[in-house]
């Protein structure tokens, strides 16, 4: 299945993302969650991609193998470059290809001063482009509705956004966002600025204040006034939050779906519960 392709066939378009356990142990259990997912019907899975380093490749292949093989869902790959060489990005490829594993999200990752950082690749277009001249893969990219923190402005992040699109990027998924009317100004600057390759909307659902609080220092999403009411509320909370945060990504998906958008990419953090609660809220929508 080509993944790009799947938004001529189908909208919204429904993906869930997940990341491989940290441990050996865990990835074995991973079933029990796969299995959950799986019977909410996904049109694809996502399967990120550890910072660099040892065995990041190993796992993520291993898992997006294992969804194909044993789900039959169509995983994405997710591959960063920053702190590989071209030969490795070869060797991660030629795997990939040997697994039947052709979508793959090219990302540059994030800078992490304890990864040391290669020449090969400084930003995730250069990817598109390596990966392209490799085989016949299908790659997807990444975007910022509310601007990549180390970008200088809107207007040069997207400039670059469409570098990304036009080395062969054919399908975005996006940074989360808490309120949809910034996503909605992102897309019409997409198409401003030609940009008209499907836009999934990253949807992270709150589960609980902490996550939300590094989530929004990691990725610098804002959070709209009715959503801190939230977390002001039931943020000591944990059940209520729970209920209330799952509400507020229904609530984010229902009007997105009623506004057009292409595709809804739920951030799982491989909790099926969460997935399940969100996909029976929209379950007459999709
Ligand atoms: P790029 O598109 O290269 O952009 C990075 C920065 O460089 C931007 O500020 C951009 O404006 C700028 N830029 C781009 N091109 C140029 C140019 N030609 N000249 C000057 N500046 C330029 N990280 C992981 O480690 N693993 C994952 O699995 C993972 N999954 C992700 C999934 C999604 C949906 C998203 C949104 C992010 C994910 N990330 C992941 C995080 C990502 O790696 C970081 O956000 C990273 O900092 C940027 O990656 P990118 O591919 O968007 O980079």
């Not at 299945?1 to 074995?28: C, D, G, H, R, Y």
């Not at 909410?40 to 550890?50: A, K, R």
């Not at 250069?126 to 893969?137: A, H, M, S, Y």
């Amino acid at each position: 299945m080509i993944i790009e392709n799947l938004f001529t066939q189908k909208k919204p378009v429904l993906s869930f993302e997940i990341f491989p356990p940290k441990k050996e142990a865990e990835l074995e259990n991973i079933d029990a969650t796969l299995k959950l997912l799986a019977a909410l019907h996904p049109d694809f899975i996502s399967v990120t991609f550890g910072a660099g380093g040892s065995g990041a490749d190993n796992k993520t292949l291993e898992l997006a193998s294992k969804i194909r093989r044993e789900y039959q869902i169509e995983p994405l790959v997710h591959l960063t470059c920053i702190s590989y060489s071209k030969e490795e990005i070869k060797n991660i490829l030629k795997r990939l290809e040997e697994a039947g594993l052709k979508n793959i999200l090219a990302l540059r990752g994030d800078v992490n001063p304890q990864i040391p950082i290669k020449d090969d690749f400084k930003y995730a277009s250069e990817l598109v482009t390596f990966i392209k001249e490799q085989g016949d893969f299908h790659v997807s990219g990444a975007c910022y509705p509310e601007v990549h923190l180390e970008a200088t402005d809107l207007v040069s992040d997207i400039r670059h956004l469409k570098k990304k699109v036009d080395a062969g990027a054919g399908h975005l998924v996006s940074q989360l966002f808490f309120d949809n009317k910034i996503f909605y100004d992102f897309q019409e600057k997409l198409k401003i600025a030609g940009i008209d390759v499907p836009v999934e909307a990253g949807i992270m659902p709150v589960t609980n204040r902490a996550q939300i609080e590094r989530m929004v220092n990691m990725c610098g999403a804002s959070l709209p006034e009715k959503f801190r009411r939230i977390l002001d509320k039931y943020g000591d909370r944990k059940e209520a939050l729970f209920d209330a945060g799952m509400a507020y990504a229904v609530n984010q998906i229902v009007e997105l779906i009623a506004h057009g958008v292409d595709g809804i990419h739920i951030f799982t953090m491989n909790n099926p519960v969460v997935a399940g609660r969100i996909c029976e809220g929209i379950k007459n929508l999709i």
